[in-house]
């Protein structure tokens, strides 16, 4: 399989700076009082989303967990609408009434961060059911934590996409905690991928933090998936670099766990790939810059906006 050219693999690197340094900019966020209610952040987990959704199409549909703002800055979404969500303003994805937790623009295929664990798979599987009514080309994928493989709509939701040959991804995101268990106290499994077993579809662990390993198997995946061969589920190891969430200082880690996950950081790997291919430092150094600008501005902008008029309050709900 022929991997990305270099102009492709420079633009995944400016996409996870980017995430990186929106997080980093929500964990201040946070800290100054300035996010209402908590927020979940992805900090090391960069190659998983970036990978996978350069791997396929605009017109293909995402679903994702609350630790979600990865996944959508990933898929386009306008990083300043997205902190204007975060922050709760008007001009917010969601006119600041979703927040953190549920981030979503229809428009770029974001159908949504959903806060409820494993909430969303039976959606990526209905949006796989809708491309085949429709007769149409295009892809589900999912992004969830090992956590949501205890989830009855996880096992559900796998069954039924097998059943019917559906194309959906799913992604796990395997940080190796369901917010402050370790996995191996939750699950009596260590593979998280031999589950596909159980439902007759592909099941592949792969390493999450290698941004280009993350693109080639999900460019082989997707291919399957539009050829009418089903469903595929991937686990990706990976490791959120921060707590379960912002209030969690994450003191449950044995000593040295944190800092061995930090050598194998997923940007500094693809740098390391790129340089190895004869890529400047300068460039690298530019790239990281211009991302890192890029989100200043559009958070300057975010909290320039005005926030939502009160009247708007009861707009969009069912009663």
């Known amino acids: ?112 961060s959903f806060a409820i664990v494993g909430g969303h798979l039976p959606v990526a599987v209905g949006v796989a059911f809708a491309a085949r009514y429709r007769r149409t080309d295009e892809l589900s994928v999912c992004f969830f934590g090992d956590g949501s493989t205890n989830i009855g709509a996880f096992h559900e939701s796998l069954n039924l996409a097998s059943i019917w040959k559906l194309p959906v991804l799913f992604v796990c995101e395997n940080n190796l905690y369901g917010e402050y268990s370790p996995l191996h106290t939750t699950t009596p499994i260590e593979v998280l991928a031999d589950r596909a077993a159980a439902y007759g579809m592909p099941g592949i662990r792969i390493d999450g933090n290698d941004v280009l390993g993350v693109h080639a198997t999900v460019t082989e995946a997707a291919a399957r998936a539009r050829a ?18 912002r209030a969690d200082p994450a003191a449950y880690r044995p000593d040295g766990e944190l800092e061995a996950w930090l050598a194998r ?32 501005a559009a958070l300057e902008r975010a909290q320039s906006w005005p926030d939502p008029d009160p009247e708007t309050r009861l707009e969009h709900v069912y009663a």
Do not use: N, W
């Open 1 to 112: 399989m022929t991997p990305p050219d270099r102009d492709a693999q420079l633009q995944m690197l400016r996409a996870m700076h980017e995430i990186r340094f929106f997080e980093d900019a929500c964990h201040r966020l946070f800290a100054t009082g300035s996010v209402r209610g908590t927020t979940h952040l992805c900090q090391g987990q960069e190659a998983v989303t970036v990978g996978t959704l350069h791997a396929l199409r605009p017109e293909d549909q995402m679903t994702c967990t609350y630790r979600g703002h990865g996944a959508v800055l990933a898929k386009g979404v306008a990083l300043d609408r997205s902190f204007g969500e975060i922050l709760g303003k008007a001009d917010g994805l969601c006119g600041g009434k979703g927040g953190s937790m549920h981030l979503t623009d229809v428009d770029k295929g974001a159908l949504g």
């Open 228 to 245: 009418g061969e089903g469903p595929t589920l991937i686990e990706m190891m990976t490791y959120r670099q921060k707590g379960h969430s």
């Open 265 to 296: 950081d997923p940007i500094v790997l693809h740098e390391r790939s790129l340089l190895a291919d004869g890529v400047a430092q300068e460039q690298l150094d530019a790239i990281r810059a211009a991302a890192e600008e890029a989100v200043e």
